[in-house]
């Protein structure tokens, strides 16, 4: 099976990916993760204004099959949640790298911030 993994995004070795996306980098889980989990039911998310610590937990997503931690790619402070997914979860299973997006951070890392995450090819070679 072949799962989506764009170029742009760079990944946590726990799922997350993170995009840039203007002055703030775009979080989720990706598309393999989605899949492992199976029907997304739950995902339990920080609050605006909260601040992240990479590779801290952030929240939790919960499935039919699972309840699993989700941790931060990039530390700094959360200045949007899609707050869709509260009312539909399985946006996360239906566009994990679109609609299904989690959250939105003001990341302090600096510009290498995402050169330190996986990269495309690396996270692939990992979920072989």
């Not at 099976?1 to 990706?30: K, N, Q």
């Not at 931060?72 to 009312?87: H, M, R, W």
Request: aromatic share 8%; proline share 4%; with cysteine.
């Amino acid at each position: 099976m072949s799962f989506e993994i764009p170029d742009e995004c760079g990944y946590l070795e726990t799922h997350e990916w993170a995009r840039r996306e203007g002055d703030v980098v775009r979080v989720g889980i990706t598309d393999f993760a989605q899949d492992e989990l199976g029907d997304v039911v739950f995902v339990e998310l920080p609050a605006v204004g909260d601040a992240l610590e990479r590779e801290a937990e952030f929240g939790v997503i919960e499935s039919i099959k699972a309840v699993s931690d989700l941790y931060a790619p990039v530390s700094g402070e959360v200045t949007a949640i899609n707050e869709e997914l509260f009312d539909a979860p399985e946006l996360v299973n239906e566009a994990p790298f679109g609609d299904g997006w989690m959250l939105e951070v003001d990341h302090d890392d600096g510009e290498a911030a995402l050169d330190t995450l996986l990269s495309a090819a690396d996270y692939e070679n990992q979920i072989a």
